[in-house]
């Protein structure tokens, strides 16, 4: 934007040096016709006409070195432009395609999760209402997990290792008795290398 900015003041710049510059040559052109007329008698006038001419002509030289200098500063804002357009069309194709990506990745997500539903719908069906409604309200209150392995004598949840005392209620616990963390409150799963 910044440098767009800067190429148009230079170009309003340039159309008033160059309007200026024609301002001044069309004066001496004028003032050249005047004195090529022969319309001007008087030698103090002529004199006169012949130094605002030359004076018009030193104008128009500073004038026209104003409008190349403009130029020169113009040229340089538009190919900063042409730069950065590119560069910014480069990003956009770069977001493009990351946004293409990552809207795949979410619809690949989505199937997934809904998958998922499914299968946790089938197995829900066969577990008992009160040990389901146990599972769900620990898992909202546990951030998405209500149940963890039981691995190597280590709750998964929370990470932390059982003491003693839980481990050997937790051996002497019948097979289908829902047994939990007492750290982190979550449903023990017992596996084979849940270390008992």
Avoid: F
């Avoid at 040990?131 to 769900?136: I, K, N, P, R, V």
Wanted: hydrophobic share 35%.
């Amino acid at each position: 934007m910044a440098a767009q900015t800067e190429d148009s003041d230079c170009a309003r710049e340039q159309t008033k040096a160059e309007q200026d510059v024609d301002q001044v040559r069309q004066r001496a052109a004028r003032d050249q016709q005047r004195l090529d007329s022969g319309a001007v008698t008087s030698p103090k006038d002529l004199e006169n006409l012949q130094k605002e001419i030359t004076s018009l002509a030193r104008r128009q030289g500073d004038l026209e070195d104003v409008v190349l200098e403009v130029m020169e500063r113009r040229e340089s804002a538009q190919e900063r432009v042409a730069e950065l357009t590119e560069r910014v069309a480069s990003v956009q194709s770069k977001l493009d395609d990351a946004t293409g990506r990552r809207d795949a990745a979410q619809a690949e997500l989505d199937r997934e999760a809904a998958s998922v539903t499914k299968d946790r719908e089938v197995v829900a069906a066969a577990v008992p209402a009160d040990l389901l409604g146990l599972y769900d309200r620990l898992r909202v209150k546990q951030g998405g997990i209500g149940a963890a392995k039981l691995h190597q004598r280590r709750c998964e949840g929370c990470r932390l290792e059982l003491d003693i005392t839980e481990v050997n209620e937790i051996k002497a616990a019948s097979p289908d008795k829902v047994v939990r963390c007492e750290n982190c409150s979550r449903i023990l799963v017992r596996t084979s290398e849940s270390g008992l």
